[in-house]
């Protein structure tokens, strides 16, 4: 494809239409503080493989280079591969109440106007709009970011925009939506996206698009929108001006940041981390040239150690094309010639810093996502300036292959009654919860049992949960069982009291105050001047404490004296 900077040019199909708390009283001497650092048992952090997990492009079906539907199977096509996450349960839900115009995304964790207006507005007039909206109760409405558009877009729908309006959403047009990113190259311009196909590209600020408001977004949410890489806000004349107070992308600057850095290079193995995402990528941009779709995908799947300067052990089938998101996530839409940023991440891309060969232009980059509307055609990205594109398969573009981004489902159920969470966050059970894990990220289970003398009695159901620290690899099951004990849930010289304060009394200087691993309930004060030890996680006989835990809810207060912890947990 041949762009112009100004204006692109798009060859169309013809059918194309219009905390923990603790109060200490007085000083003293104690062992609180190093007790707290070595003994209490809490959720070691491990990161996931990136900072953000792409969602899956929606796209469900292959298709031929000639538009027909073929099975999938060996294909190497994002219907085959369907990379990414989804949302256990609705996509979308419906405010209600107060609350009825407005749509959330329960992918993104955006909140939406339900019923977007139909006037059109310049740049500034769509900006200024969000900022004086009152709507749901909330008055931080604005203008999408370009990434926080794209978002919108099911491309396995032949009309995204269609699809929307049977979502919850009412009166999505089949238009242009203005964004509140400018078109870098040219700042007198800004993105917008064609939402019943869902290409993104640039207009003149003075040229009235629709306007969609938003507001919101969640760091925890399964797929959370990233930061654009915007910043520097520009009048309407393309002119560099003070962001504060415009609304602008680059003022506002919604979404995740980037880590830093934002690119892990590996020279020697010819491959390239990118630390938003967890995907992986050739270091080599332009291994292949240009060349068509299917030759794309058979490039892509085929490529192994000892090509294209790879020294990474990789096997055919390990590297893919990448699907449209994927594709797009690599855009810095900070920059232009080309919209991609340095390993840093604080600068735009410049020869080997971090990938080599990249190719700005005159052609754009494939991804395996078919143009849903008029499957001769595939979605690509033009990296000169971030244009998300279709071009006719048949047409020659480059090929960058990825790996990694796998994701797979991590279930919890329980027996008895507590709760479990998860670091990182998306398991928070009640009764059963589920969620979405990139592969070869490292996920660990709490269990928090109810009060009332239940303890936490361990993990079951696939192998690799019986310490509560699953490595993501396969759909994974696992079940936290909680039992009841009978008696008393503190023990001190083999008497039994019902809480810890009760055998503070009888207890003697350096006795040991052994606990079920229960949530205990209590306000606990030590002012006997007693060195005292408080061991918790036992079953219900005090012989044993595997992987348990005693959560105190309330405080600790220490007057005098000093306490030794062992498994224990204030909240």
């Not at 877009?153 to 203005?178: E, R």
């Not at 009291?497 to 306000?523: F, R, V, W």
């Amino acid at each position: 494809m041949t762009h112009n900077l100004f204006r692109q040019s798009i060859p169309l199909p013809a059918n194309f239409p219009g905390t923990s708390t603790f109060r200490f009283v007085r000083n003293f001497s104690f062992f609180v503080l190093l007790f707290l650092f070595c003994f209490i048992v809490s959720p070691s952090i491990h990161a996931s493989a990136g900072t953000v997990q792409l969602p899956k492009t929606g796209q469900t079906s292959c298709y031929d280079s000639s538009g027909g539907d073929i099975p999938c199977g060996n294909t190497g096509q994002d219907g085959e591969w369907r990379v990414g996450v989804s949302v256990i349960g609705e996509r979308f839900t419906s405010g209600v109440g107060a609350q009825a115009d407005c749509v959330t995304d329960n992918l993104t964790g955006l909140m939406w106007v339900k019923t977007p207006d139909s006037a059109k507005r310049s740049y500034k007039e769509a900006i200024d709009y969000a900022g004086t909206l009152n709507l749901c109760g909330f008055t931080d409405w604005r203008i999408p970011t370009i990434v926080e558009l794209e978002s919108l877009v099911n491309a396995g729908q032949t009309n995204p925009a269609a699809w929307l309006n049977t979502q919850g959403f009412s009166n999505v047009k089949s238009d242009y939506y203005g964004a509140s990113s400018n078109y870098t190259y040219d700042p007198d311009y800004t993105w917008r996206l064609y939402m019943p196909f869902g290409f993104a590209d640039h207009c003149d600020k003075g040229e009235g698009n629709l306007a969609w408001p938003v507001r919101g977004g969640q760091a925890t949410a399964t797929a959370a929108i990233w930061k654009s890489g915007q910043e520097i806000c520009y009048n309407s004349s393309g002119t560099s001006i003070p962001c504060a107070g415009t609304g602008q992308d680059a003022d506002l600057k919604p979404g995740a940041a980037w880590p830093s850095p934002r690119f892990a290079v590996n020279g020697a193995a010819g491959t390239v981390a990118d630390n938003l995402t967890g995907l992986v990528w050739l270091k080599n941009a332009n291994c292949f040239g240009a060349v068509t779709w299917d030759q794309a995908l058979s490039s892509a799947n085929s490529l192994a150690n000892g090509q294209c300067g790879l020294a990474d052990g990789s096997q055919a089938g390990d590297w893919r094309l990448p699907n449209r998101k994927e594709l797009f996530s690599l855009v810095a839409f900070g920059y232009a010639g080309p919209a991609l940023a340095n390993t840093a991440g604080t600068l735009k891309w410049t020869e080997g810093d971090p990938f080599d060969y990249v190719q700005p232009a005159p052609y754009d980059y494939w991804s395996s996502t078919t143009f849903a509307y008029d499957p001769y055609y595939a979605w690509g990205v033009w990296m000169y300036a971030g244009y998300v594109t279709f071009n006719h398969k048949s047409e020659g573009n480059y090929v960058w292959p990825v790996r990694g981004g796998e994701s797979f489902i991590l279930s919890v159920s329980k027996t008895g009654a507590g709760t479990v969470t998860s670091s990182p966050a998306g398991i928070s059970c009640g009764l059963k919860c589920e969620a979405f894990y990139s592969l070869n990220s490292v996920v660990t289970l709490s269990a928090i049992p109810d009060t009332g003398g239940l303890i936490f009695s361990g993990w079951s159901d696939s192998a690799d949960c019986s310490d509560g620290t699953i490595s993501i690899s396969a759909d994974t099951s696992c079940t936290a069982t909680f039992t009841l004990c009978q008696g008393s849930p503190v023990s001190v010289g083999g008497s039994m009291y019902d809480s810890i304060n009760a055998a503070l009394a009888p207890a003697a200087s350096t006795d040991t105050i052994k606990i079920m691993g229960i949530n205990q309930p209590e306000n606990v004060t030590l002012a006997s001047g007693k060195t005292i030890k408080l061991d918790g996680g036992y079953d219900c006989s005090f012989t044993s404490k595997v992987d348990r835990t005693t959560t105190i809810t309330g405080s600790l207060t220490i007057s005098s004296g000093t306490v030794e912890f062992d498994s224990i947990v204030i909240l």
